[in-house]
């Protein structure tokens, strides 16, 4: 469906069917907000790492297992992988003002 249609379908829909809405909605949610397959990327001096350990914990510990219900398998520090230097790098245009 083209990216200008879509609205006018969705608008029909919330006011014919919306707990179908509610359902797709759901459904996008439970497979985006999940623990299931997914990886947790901090980038960060050990210092702040260590500061932060609690607070990622129970961030991940409160998001549900497999999009769905109360998460399982709590996170653990035992699952971070070991530090290495690591670069990261972004591609951007840089538009250098004449003088």
Known sequence: MSGALYPRVLTKRIDTDWDGVVGDLERIRAAVVSRHNSVTNLTADAKTLDASS??????????????????????????????????????????????
């Open 54 to 99: 609690a607070a990622v914990s129970s961030f991940l510990d409160a998001l549900p297992a497999h999009g769905t219900g109360v998460a399982t398998e709590p996170w653990s520090p035992s699952l971070v992988l070991p530090s290495v230097n690591e670069l990261i790098t972004v591609p951007t245009q840089v538009i250098h003002p004449k003088s």
